[in-house]
């Protein structure tokens, strides 16, 4: 039928992919694929020797988590701050609605008394 060219290699004969240079390849990222065939090798980092940064044994045992944490606390006491400094406001307005209101009443019985 057709003669076959030593040299060309099919996509499948030697194909090797790293997700690290395709962003977005559906791949678990850093991991490798490697195919031959009708043969197949992967390498994932989940299960590969290497650990997470929140692992035991890491150079920094929960510093991250530690300093995650301080944010957060450092977050809710800023909001709370200004929680506080809004309960504040909504109660000046508060007032200033009861004097207006106030006024619109006295307004109200003087144009009444001029009227008579």
Not at 25 to 54: D, H, L
Not at 56 to 85: F, N, P, S, Y
Request: hydrophobic share 30%; glycine share 10%.
């Amino acid at each position: 039928m057709g003669t076959k060219n030593e040299e060309a290699v099919t996509w499948s004969e030697k194909a090797e992919a790293n997700s690290d240079n395709f962003p977005g390849g559906g791949r678990i990222a850093g991991s490798t694929s490697k195919n031959a065939g009708n043969q197949q090798e992967r390498n994932t980092r989940a299960c590969g020797s290497q650990s997470g940064i929140f692992a035991l044994g890491t150079a920094d045992d929960g510093g991250i988590l530690d300093h995650l944490i301080g944010e957060c606390v450092d977050q809710m006491a800023t909001k709370r701050e200004e929680a506080k400094r809004l309960d504040a406001e909504i109660k000046r307005l508060e007032s200033r609605v009861e004097e207006y209101r106030t006024l619109r009443e006295q307004l109200k019985k003087q144009s009444e008394e001029i009227d008579e």
